[in-house]
Nanobody, 124 residues
């Protein structure tokens, strides 16, 4: 199983980035997918979750700014990040699990598969 993120980088506040996560080695289309992030000195937190039918959920801190999507034909997960803020600075990880890892605003971190992460830095 491989999850490989790309698209991170450095942007100024208000800018945009699009993260990608290329997946292989498992039945991608039947998995729940999502994005987490970890800022320096903080715990890993859930950012976005997408189910097998494309229904999405977001952390309150990114609602209206971030959009998660999946392309089952390309086995690729995306995270479009707009109106970026300095507090969005973190290492971003994609995640995959055969079961949902979102429930009522809470993102479970006991996920089956993780990517290696891609750094996003937002300067003010």
């Amino acid at each position: 199983v491989q999850l490989v993120e790309s698209g991170g980088g450095s942007v100024q506040s208000g800018g945009s980035l699009r993260l990608s996560c290329a997946a292989s080695g498992f039945a991608y289309s039947s998995y729940y997918l999502g994005w987490f992030r970890r800022a320096p000195g903080k715990e890993r937190e859930g950012v976005a979750h997408i189910d097998r039918d494309g229904r999405t959920n977001y952390a309150e801190s990114v609602k209206g700014r971030f959009t998660v999507s999946r392309d089952n034909a390309k086995n690729t997960l995306y995270l479009q990040m707009n109106s970026l803020k300095p507090e969005d600075t973190a290492m971003y990880y994609c995640a995959a699990d055969p079961w949902s890892f979102y429930n009522g605003g809470y993102f479970y971190t006991s996920v089956a598969y993780w990517g290696q992460g891609t750094q996003v830095t937002v300067s003010s």
